[in-house]
Nanobody
């Protein structure tokens, strides 16, 4: 089963930086756009950043200019580099994507969305 596992969260002071990592595991034929989401207490999950297979990126207005999303297609990984962190960036961050699994004969399976993982907690506090 394909999974997306996040890591790298922690406690950071306002203005600080942190880099989150996402690793996809399982038998994968292709991963489409890789996305970072976050969910703060009492709020809905929101899309923070996305990156297509050819490297085009898109960001939520709230993080534009402060966050950078990167991916390595050969390793099925993605990073979220966060800088100038603010109190309101405090949330659980999740990685997810649409993908096609690889069948045993090497052919692609049906397109699917990844299951949600545990996420990684980012806390911005002084």
């Amino acid at each position: 089963q394909v999974q997306f596992v996040e890591s790298g969260g922690g406690l950071v002071r306002p203005g600080g930086s942190l880099t989150l990592s996402c690793a996809a595991s399982g038998s994968i034929f292709v991963i489409y756009a890789m996305n970072w989401y976050r969910q703060a207490p009492g709020r809905q999950r929101e899309l923070v950043a996305a990156i297509t297979t050819d490297g085009r990126t898109d960001y939520a207005d709230s993080v534009q200019g402060r966050f950078t999303i990167l991916r390595d297609n050969t390793k099925n990984t993605a990073l979220l580099q966060m800088s100038s962190l603010k109190f309101e960036d405090t949330a659980v961050y999740y990685c997810n994507a649409d993908f096609r699994p690889k069948n045993r004969d090497g052919t692609p399976g049906p397109r699917a969305h990844g299951p949600w993982g545990q996420g990684t907690q980012v806390t911005v506090s002084s």
